[in-house]
Structure formats: structure tokens, C-alpha cells
T-cell receptor
Framework: GQNIDQPTEMTATEGAIVQINCTYQ??????LFWYQQHAGEAPTFLSY????GLEEKGRFSSFLSRSKGYSYLLLKELQMKDSASYLC???????????FGSGTKLNVKP | NAGVTQTPKFQVLKTGQSMTLQCAQD?????MSWYRQDPGMGLRLIHY???????DQGEVPNGYNVSRSTTEDFPLRLLSAAPSQTSVYFC?????????????FGPGTRLTVL
């Protein structure tokens, strides 16, 4: 919703690095979030970028460029348990109305 | 802490029936919201509340009502169920507005309308 775009599906190999991109309309968004959702489960918070640059948290890093309307989630040393959907999201204009992209389903293969 | 709880986990309704999906949180969060998730469409905001007694519409509010009489509870009412409301419904809460705060999600309610 609200022009948040991300690829539908990606496949990567265990132990590798994968980058999941997200683009969004540049005006109105106040920071970008990434959530992880395993099949049949609820989303869980991964990261939040409010300023430009890279935020690192263990094997996961997230990057934001507000002027370009671009974010990515970087997953290193992939594990089988990383097979999940990754949702890019943010609040548009109003901090109370939150919008999610359609999600990127990541398949990690041995 | 139980976090965010939702009941029921599964529900089947017939067209025209009404029902209430329950949501409760024990984290003293001010902000609560309801989303629906359909294949290929991601999560869409139905209604939200910034505190007891205050609710507002999200992206897809038609066919749903909410109320927030206490900080803890935020039920979602389907007034007259339609097959288009077949979906997975998630309740979420955050300390304050989700634009700057992590949201915590309940386990979801899987609703089928026949």
C-alpha cells in the first residue's frame, strides 16, 4: 500500500548474503521499518531507520536513503531459519497510519 | 507478560453473520490497531486507536467497527460478514505511534466467510 514496493520472492543459499530492496514515495514517510514474518505466524520487528545510513544488528543490517526513497535489508550468513517473508513498512505523513509493502518471500536453500 | 492476545484463532462465518474479534494487551501500550492480511497484498490497516476512547479509520475500514473502552482491549466487530472479508486478521500494539515505535503483533485470527 501507499507505493511501497519490494520484490515478491527471492532465493538464496545457506551461508550466503542477500539484499532485499524496498522503494517508497519520498514525500511523507517518517522512517522505514523492516518486519520478519514466518509462514503462518505474526510479524516481528527487525529494524527501524529514521536517518540516512546503515544500521547493523548482528547478522541483519538495514539501510535508508530518504532522498532516494530507498531502503534495503541485508542478511548475512544466511541460515535455513531465515526463510520467511520480509516486510518493508512505514508511517505516511501521520505517525499513526502505518503502511506495509506486500512483502518479499525469501527462500533459503541448502 | 502475555503480550498481545487474540481470540478466536479460527472462525468460519456465513454471509450476513456478525461477530467480534477480541484483542488484548498487557504492556500498557497507548496505540492499538487492526490489520488484515490477504495473499499478495501485505498487511492493510483497518482501524487504530491512540488511547482509550479514541479511534480512527485506517486504509480499509468499511464493514468493520471498533471501540476502545480500556487501554487493554480493542475489539473488532464485523457488522454483516461478506466473503470479501475472508482474511487473516492481526491486532498490534505499540507504546506510542507506530511511525516511531516497534509494533507487537498478536498471533492472528483466520476468518473464513462462506
Amino acid at each position: 500500500g501507499q507505493n511501497i514496493d519490494q520484490p515478491t520472492e527471492m532465493t538464496a543459499t545457506e551461508g550466503a548474503i542477500v539484499q532485499i530492496n524496498c522503494t517508497y514515495q519520498t514525500s511523507g514517510f517518517n522512517g522505514l521499518f523492516w518486519y520478519q514474518q514466518h509462514a503462518g505466524e505474526a510479524p516481528t520487528f527487525l529494524s527501524y531507520n529514521v536517518l540516512d545510513g546503515l544500521e547493523e544488528k548482528g547478522r541483519f543490517s538495514s539501510f535508508l536513503s530518504r532522498s532516494k526513497g530507498y531502503s534495503y535489508l541485508l542478511l548475512k550468513e544466511l541460515q535455513m531459519k531465515d526463510s520467511a517473508s520480509y516486510l518493508c513498512a512505514g508511517a505516511l505523513y501521520n505517525f499513526n497510519k502505518f503502511y506495509f509493502g506486500s512483502g518479499t518471500k525469501l527462500n533459503v536453500k541448502p | 507478560n502475555a503480550g498481545v492476545t487474540q481470540t478466536p484463532k479460527f472462525q468460519v462465518l456465513k454471509t450476513g453473520q456478525s461477530m467480534t474479534l477480541q484483542c488484548a494487551q498487557d504492556m500498557n501500550h497507548e496505540y492499538m490497531s487492526w490489520y488484515r492480511q490477504d495473499p499478495g497484498m501485505g498487511l492493510r490497516l483497518i482501524h487504530y486507536s491512540v488511547g482509550a476512547g479514541i479511534t480512527d479509520q485506517g486504509e480499509v475500514p468499511n464493514g468493520y467497527n471498533v471501540s476502545r473502552s480500556t487501554t487493554e482491549d480493542f475489539p473488532l466487530r464485523l457488522l454483516s460478514a461478506a466473503p470479501s472479508q475472508t482474511s487473516v486478521y492481526f491486532c498490534a500494539s505499540s507504546l506510542d505511534a507506530p511511525g516511531g515505535n516497534e509494533q507487537f503483533f498478536g498471533p492472528g485470527t483466520r476468518l473464513t466467510v462462506l
